[in-house]
């Protein structure tokens, strides 16, 4: 943003490093410390509900429609942060891969 390109962050999916925590820690970074307003990040309990029923296509639907309904300003950069290695199980590259190629990232 210093250069006046305008910045945005989003987080499809969550990643709870710990289980106490209540808020994706990269989410609650981008807001408290870059005044960002992503939506809340789709939680892993919701991702492994989905993925169990066969719906990968309905999980990237639903990424899809929380990007979409997050304001943006014209010619914004929007990071995207995918999911780390450490997520319990899941084909994280998979993952992160549909999401990526379906938000053109």
Known sequence: EKAGIPVSFFKPIAQMLDDALSVDP????????????????????????????????????????????????????????GLGPDSDGLDVQELNRAIASNLDA
């Open 26 to 81: 990269s989410t609650h970074f981008a807001r408290e410390l870059f005044r960002f307003n992503p939506p809340e990040p789709v939680s892993i309990a919701d991702v492994e509900s989905i993925l169990s029923a066969g719906g990968l296509d309905e999980l990237v639907e639903r990424v899809i429609a929380d990007f979409s309904s997050s304001p943006r300003r014209e010619g914004e950069t929007v990071i995207i942060e």
